[in-house]
């Protein structure tokens, strides 16, 4: 069972995050220009690069989507911390009565 419930998970979750071609349609009409977007280049170790176009290969996945999904997750983990950590408590303007 356990190749079966892999396989079924892996087509619902497929089904869920990839419509079908829907994200070769999005990189190749940022492309394009058919969608406002920003490029975003960073310099990185070979050794890093290789690592990540190996995941990508694995996991068929471009660049653009890959880095988008990650920047979404990680914003949400940090906006989540900075509603628990609250680290503008103490630099909030204090209101003065008129």
Known sequence: MKYFDEYIEYRLLDFKYLPPGNSLL???MCEEGKIP???VCVSLSE????????KLRLLHMSKREYIEKV???SLQRVEEMEDRINPFEFYKMKKVDA
């Open 26 to 28: 999005i990189d190749q």
């Open 37 to 39: 977007a920003k490029n």
């Open 47 to 54: 050794d890093l690069v290789s690592r990540w176009e190996e």
């Open 71 to 73: 920047l979404i997750a």
